[in-house]
């Protein structure tokens, strides 16, 4: 009877065992290529270029404010702003689509500490590798995109901050 | 010698169950919109479709620059949000790739396509739809195709199924994985109506 026991037991296991899940995480990019340049208003009317940021890691979310995983990523991102700011690390937000006065609003409810950037005609976006909103690149200081992420993450994880950190070195 | 039969007869329906049949899918009714839901779990990807009212659609279109009537006709379409996930592990898991154009709904005794974001822009007239609402309605939209790489890549976005508000139908969903297709039917699906 106890011959049984073994085989009983084995196909239990295999039974209840899921599919191993995954902890949240960036993807490395195999090819890394240079990001496409750009030049755009901020909030405040002011032109930034993507070339402001060469030397340092930088976070570039693609968003919107109808976007619900974009809503629902963006405190993570404005918890991540205030642990890496002071560590030369740069982040900014790409909204695309949309007029000022309508992220303006948004922003009452989803406070955003870094800089936010108007992609309004949707050019920038279409020149990026970008099929869907939210998407994030990580570009390493030459200014390559290096990590990527498709959908929203916690961006405050000790894990996705370790890995933007490492970049700088 | 009998034992180790014995074993393996055990073992093997085990690993198919595992790999092959453990795919799961779920209908709910959400309580309070009384919208309805089905969402297909396997293996570690996810797929889920959610009914939204025409009067959702139409309503976001509209505050997205369309016209009144461009919406009704989006929003009149059958829209589903679809939320999309691959969470198999990061160093183990392979990529997929959802391509719309390979997803086929079965209605009445008629098998078609979705009808997908290209050929409703190209249905739309210069002055129909201007630039500002064309961009809103391609970022909306799910892409026509996407790859999502293992370790928590995800997104959503509504798809068009074509059809008319309360028509039943069912739909093979459908994404690749190491160069194979895996195909789903999810039946009993209804578009939803307004209330």
């Known amino acids: 009877m106890r011959y049984y026991k073994l085989p009983i037991f084995i196909l239990m296991i295999s039974f209840i065992s899921l599919p191993a899940l995954a902890e949240e995480s960036l993807t490395e990019l195999t090819d890394k290529p240079l990001a496409k340049a750009f030049e755009l208003m901020d909030m405040d009317g002011n032109k930034v270029k993507l070339s402001d940021f060469l030397g340092k890691p930088v976070i570039i979310n693609f968003w919107a404010t109808w976007c619900p995983p974009c809503r629902a990523e963006l405190p993570s991102m404005n918890r991540a702003w205030t642990k890496v700011k002071d560590k030369g690390v740069a982040m900014l937000a790409i909204n695309v689509g949309e007029d000022e006065e309508t992220i303006f609003s948004f922003m009452a409810d989803y406070p955003i500490e870094f800089k936010v950037l108007l992609d309004q005609t949707g050019d920038i976006v279409s020149q990026w590798p970008i099929k869907g909103l939210p998407t994030t690149f990580v570009l390493d200081p030459q200014g390559r995109l290096f990590y990527r992420a498709i959908g929203g993450r916690e961006w405050d994880s000790e894990e996705l901050i370790k890995q933007v950190l490492a970049l700088k070195k | ?195």
């Not at chain 2, 085990?14 to 209908?27: D, F, P």
């Not at chain 2, 919109?33 to 396997?42: G, I, M």
């Not at chain 2, 500002?132 to 892409?143: D, K, L, N």
Request: hydrophobic share 40%; glycine share 6%; aromatic share 10%.
């Open chain 2, 1 to 195: 010698m009998r034992r180790y039969a014995i074993i393996g007869l055990l073992i093997i329906p085990s690993i198919l169950w595992n790999k092959v049949i453990w795919a799961k899918i779920t209908h709910q009714i959400d309580p309070e919109t009384k919208l309805q839901s089905w969402k297909l779990e396997d293996n570690g990807v996810e797929l889920e479709l959610i009914q939204r009212l025409p009067d959702q659609s139409r309503a976001f279109f509209q505050g997205r620059g369309f016209s009144s009537q461009v919406a009704d006709d989006i929003g009149k379409s059958c829209i589903l949000q679809v939320i999309a996930r691959n969470n198999k592990d990061k160093n183990n898991g392979l990529p997929i790739t959802i391509q719309l154009q390979n997803w086929q709904v079965k209605f009445q005794d008629h098998i078609q396509g979705i009808k997908l974001k290209e050929t409703w822009d190209a249905d739309w007239s210069l002055n129909e739809v201007n630039k500002a609402a064309r961009i809103a309605f391609r970022w909306a939209t799910f892409p026509t195709e996407q790859t999502f790489d293992s370790g928590g890549d995800y997104n959503w976005g509504m798809i068009s199924i074509g059809l008319n508000p309360g028509d039943h139908f069912n739909m093979q969903v459908n994404w690749t994985e190491d160069k194979k297709q895996r195909n789903y039917w999810i039946n009993d699906m209804i578009c939803a109506s307004d209330l």
